[in-house]
């Protein structure tokens, strides 16, 4: 991809959502990757050479862990959005809220 193409890609809108899914990139990099046999970034990698198949395949392997983790932690965020929003009487604070606001107009009205 040019750098061109890359600063046409929307950054806002329906096509800039940052929601990452493991899956599509496991469709994609599946075909091209042997089990993992090196981490990126280890003595032993840096010293393959920089065409070497095996030293991209291990960071085939990083970007697939990465997806692993963040659609995990999307997921976590999301479980936990839900429980806190199922748990709270929300019309409650909302009418304790707009209470304490009144409150505080009339003491600074005073």
Sequence with gaps: MTEQQMDARPTTGAGASREVSFYPVYQLL????A????????????????TDPVKWQ?????????TVAEDAR??????AGEAIWEGGDW???????????EIDALRRAS
């Design 30 to 33: 599946s075909p091209l990757l």
């Design 58 to 66: 291990a960071i085939l392997w990083a970007a697939m862990w990465w």
């Design 91 to 101: 019309s409650d604070a909302a009418r304790r809220l707009m209470r304490r606001r």
């Design 74 to 79: 999307q997921e976590a965020i999301a479980e």
């Design 35 to 50: 089990d993992p046999s090196l981490i990126p970034g280890t003595p032993v990698w840096a010293a393959l050479d920089d």
